[in-house]
């Protein structure tokens, strides 16, 4: 099973950027589908963004889509997020997911075997 390792979280003023990065332990990564979710104060973890294996097929939340990009490195054991036009409502902390029994892409919590420990981004107005 992988290890995972988010990074690039941080301050950042609204309509800034930000890249964060998951690095994986082990030699199946690209075995595992990847993905991102996030958590604000008070709220329940939700979906931002999948990758399939391959890195051919992603999808996003509503909320992200066209802002955000994911993107993984097979050969570095890394997954990205970049996130552009950020606001306030994008303040979470955010975890990076694998999966590898899913098919397809992780679009739901249950479909995470391996969380990160979470990485905080806060975009001030």
């Known amino acids: 099973q992988v290890q995972l390792v988010e990074s690039g979280g941080g301050l950042v003023q609204a309509g800034g950027s930000l890249r964060l990065s998951c690095a994986a332990s082990?030699?199946?990564?690209?075995?595992?589908?990847m993905g991102w979710f996030r958590q604000a104060p008070g709220k329940e973890r939700e979906f931002v963004a999948a990758?399939?294996?391959?890195?051919?097929?992603?999808h996003y939340a509503d909320s992200v889509n066209g802002r955000f990009t994911i993107s993984r490195d097979n050969a570095k054991n890394t997954v990205y997020l970049q996130m552009n036009s950020l606001n306030p409502e994008d303040t979470a902390v955010y975890y990076c997911?694998?999966?590898?029994?899913?098919?397809?892409?992780?679009?739901?919590?249950?479909?995470?075997?391996?969380w990160g420990q979470g990485t905080l981004v806060t975009v001030s107005s």
């Open positions: 990758i399939t294996r391959s890195g051919s097929s992603t």
């Open positions: 997911a694998a999966g590898e029994k899913v098919e397809g892409s992780i679009l739901t919590s249950g479909s995470v075997e391996v």
């Open positions: 082990g030699r199946t990564f690209s075995s595992y589908a």
